[in-house]
């Protein structure tokens, strides 16, 4: 598969996204090593000292509820997975392996539904604006292999010229 600028797209963002998850990674690491809640409780009184914005109140309330060891660990192995599975997808689609394409679209397919689900139930700009750029990333790639599909196919139709 060309690296066009679509592709190239891409591979920014999922290397991006993997950078982004394994720096959330390592913060609800060094959360858990410290005390999650503890934490949790410094980082929301940060925000509330440093924010006079509606949004402060809201996030500072969610740390804190969310803010328990066993969520902690859970966001710091789901992120820590994501990361490398990201690392993955942007490293084969600029490598362009042929099973890259697939890989982004099986994996970033799967999780529409749920983030479908979420958008219906949760409604926000940022899962709105994710679900279709996730969208946008799996109809490209299908698109694109298609098209190199089919430029194969006639390559393979034309008899060989002796």
């Known amino acids: ?41 410094e980082l929301a009184q940060f925000i509330l000292e440093h924010f006079a914005r509606h949004w402060a109140l809201t996030a500072a309330t969610l740390i804190v509820k969310g803010g328990t060891s066993s969520h902690v660990k859970a966001i710091a192995v789901l992120a820590y997975g994501d990361a490398v599975l990201s690392a993955v997808e942007g490293i ?55 098209r190199e599909h089919k430029q194969l196919q006639r390559v393979d139709a034309q008899p060989e010229r002796p």
Not at 1 to 29: P, R, T, W
Not at 99 to 123: C, D, K, Q, Y
């Open 92 to 146: 084969a689609l600029r490598a362009q392996k042929w099973w890259a394409p697939w890989l982004v679209v099986i994996a970033t397919g799967s999780l529409l539904p749920w983030e479908l689900w979420e958008l219906m139930w949760r409604p926000t700009w940022i899962r709105f604006v994710l679900f279709i750029l996730n969208v946008a990333v799996v109809a490209y790639l299908l698109r694109a292999v298609a």
């Open 1 to 41: 598969m060309k690296k066009d600028a679509g592709v190239q797209a891409i591979i920014a963002y999922k290397l991006f996204k993997a950078v982004a998850e394994l720096l959330l990674g390592v913060a609800a690491s060094y959360l858990v090593l410290r005390g999650a809640e503890a934490g949790a409780a």
